[in-house]
Each structure stands twice: as structure tokens, then as C-alpha cells.
């Protein structure tokens, strides 16, 4: 698919927010997919030669929202990509999250892992969910947008490492107190986070689903770049996070 770039906006040193206008993506996406985006305008480029994987942040009329982090080449050549260029990448992929109704919801994002939980607060209240966000970052600049997650969430607790925005410490130290009177969590973040969540989360014995970011390769099942180990029943089976997932049972997966 090609659409084009209304917005590639620096939000701070490290993350931009990409708007991009195509009608046939916005009305094709679920909460919770992701697409490949080829992180140039250019037609012919052998370096990076792959598709990145970004996640949807949302969704509005034909425009849907990208929010990412520079780490390396592929994303520093996307933030360089201008408003009023047009911009290849896939249909949205993966499974995405399944969505509750009137339920009491928590989510918990690190980082980066904010992308997907922003759309996914929003649809979530929209069907009447009380919805409350733990949000962590290592420090102030890792906590993004945080006005409008406020006006798409009932509560919004925020923690940094170093203690320079919000309460000092890791996103899982508010969650552990109160967390059994929610119905369900949803995180993404760091591995080590979205398994310390889903072990919390099954220590409470509530439900937790985990939107996993592994580095993947052609988004679409046939590289088997992305695999990881899930138990079933008494078995431990590989899935493909890009087409079974990115988002599982947190308490199926073998972290380690
Ligand atoms: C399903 C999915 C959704 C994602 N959603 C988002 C999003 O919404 N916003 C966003 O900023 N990023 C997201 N990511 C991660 C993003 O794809 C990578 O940061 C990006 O591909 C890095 O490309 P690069 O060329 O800039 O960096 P590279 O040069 O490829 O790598 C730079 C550094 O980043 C590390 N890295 C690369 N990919 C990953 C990864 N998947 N997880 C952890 N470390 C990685 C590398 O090990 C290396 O240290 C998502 C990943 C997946 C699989
Ligand atoms: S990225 Fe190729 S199989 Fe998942």
C-alpha cells in the first residue's frame, strides 16, 4: 500500500509521530496490528534493504498515526521522510488485541510499547471500559504524550527509573497493589517487562495479553525470523509473532 505523509513530527530527542493519510489502510486496521514500512522515499534501496515492523497508534477517518523511536538506521531514515511525500508499507498484519466490553482494564506500557496501548486505551473506553494505564520509561523523555493519554484513560500512572517524571521505579511496583480487582491487563514493552507483568498478572490470577515486539524480518510468516515458545496444554509449540501474534496469553509464553 502507499499513502501519504500529512505529519513526521519530532515529539522529543527521541520519538516522532507519523501521520499518514490512506483510506483503505485506516479502514483495514485493528487495534493492536502492526505493518512493515519501508523507511524511505526512495524507490531502489538495498540498505536497509527490510521493511520495519511499527505498530498502529491509531486511527482517524482515513489517517492513521505511527509513533516510533529512533534506535537506528531504518528509523533515523524514516524521521527524516517529509510531510507531502508518499510512503510504501503493508496492509496491517498480525492478529491484533481482542477488545472487552464495560470491564475494568489495565494497561501497562514501557517505552515505546505505547504505541499500540494508545489506540487500544481509546477503543477500549469507547466501549465503556474503565480504563487505567501504568506507563513507565528509564526517564522524563521516554513519557510521551501523556495529555492525550490522559483525556483516553480514567487513571494514568506514570513511573520513571530515575525518578524524573511520576513515581521513581519500575511500571510493575504500582501495578502489584489492587491489581486482582481488575478483569483483564494488556501490556507492551521490553521483554523483561511484559514478563514481569504477565507473572505478576498471573500471581493474582488475572487474564494478561502481551503485545510482543521481536524482531522480525518479512512480517508475513515465511522467514520464521520471528518465532518464539508458547505451552500448549502439555506441549510447548513455536508460533510466529507476526502472523499468530504479537499479541498472546502472557501466561503461555516461555520467556526465557
Ligand atoms: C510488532 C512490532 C511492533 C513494533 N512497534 C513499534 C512501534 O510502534 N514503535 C517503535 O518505535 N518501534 C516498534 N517496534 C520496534 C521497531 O520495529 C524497531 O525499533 C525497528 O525495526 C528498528 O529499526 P532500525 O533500522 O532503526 O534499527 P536497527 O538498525 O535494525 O537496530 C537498532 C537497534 O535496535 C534493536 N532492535 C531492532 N528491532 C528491535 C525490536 N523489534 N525489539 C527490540 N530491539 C530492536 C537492534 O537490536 C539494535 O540494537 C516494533 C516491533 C515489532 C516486531
Ligand atoms: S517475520 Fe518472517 S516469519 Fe515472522
Known amino acids: 500500500m502507499k499513502g501519504l505523509i500529512v505529519k513526521n513530527e519530532k515529539i522529543n530527542e527521541k520519538y516522532y509521530n507519523l501521520e499518514i493519510d490512506c483510506a483503505k489502510f485506516a479502514l483495514q ?7 512493515m ?16 515492523p511499527l505498530g ?19 528509523t533515523k531514515l524514516l524521521s527524516e521522510c517529509g510531510a507531502g511525500n508518499e510512503i510504501e508499507f503493508s496492509k496491517p498484519l498480525g492478529n491484533g488485541f481482542k477488545l472487552e466490553k464495560n470491564k475494568n482494564i489495565a494497561l501497562a506500557a514501557g517505552g ?7 489506540w487500544l ?22 513519557i510521551v504524550l501523556s495529555s492525550e493519554l490522559s483525556n483516553n484513560c480514567d487513571e494514568l500512572v506514570i513511573t520513571t527509573n530515575d525518578g ?12 502489584k497493589e489492587g491489581l486482582n480487582s481488575f478483569d483483564k491487563v494488556f501490556a507492551c514493552g521490553p521483554k523483561p517487562m511484559m514478563k514481569a507483568v ?36 502439555n506441549e510447548t509449540v513455536q508460533k510466529r509473532c507476526c502472523v499468530e501474534g504479537p499479541v498472546f496469553d502472557g501466561s503461555t509464553i516461555i520467556w526465557d
Open 198 to 233: 504477565s507473572e505478576l498478572a498471573v500471581s493474582k490470577d488475572v487474564a494478561c495479553d502481551v503485545s510482543l515486539d521481536e524482531r522480525m524480518a518479512c512480517g508475513l510468516g515465511a522467514c520464521l525470523g520471528c518465532l518464539i515458545y508458547v505451552k500448549e496444554g
Open 121 to 142: 486505551a481509546k477503543e477500549m473506553r469507547s466501549n465503556g471500559c474503565k480504563v487505567t494505564l501504568f506507563y513507565g520509561g528509564r526517564s522524563v523523555n521516554d
Open 56 to 74: 498502529v497508534a491509531d486511527v482517524q477517518g482515513t489517517r492513521f498515526r505511527l509513533i516510533y523511536m529512533v534506535v537506528g538506521k531504518g
Open 29 to 35: 486496521a485493528k487495534v493492536g496490528q502492526f505493518l
Open 164 to 175: 524524573t517524571l511520576g513515581t521513581k521505579g519500575l511500571v510493575t511496583e504500582p501495578m
Open 112 to 118: 515505546i510499547g505505547i504505541a499500540p496501548i494508545f
Open 37 to 52: 514500512i519501508k523507511p524511505t522515499l526512495q524507490d531502489y534501496v538495498t540498505d536497509p534493504l527490510l521493511r520495519r
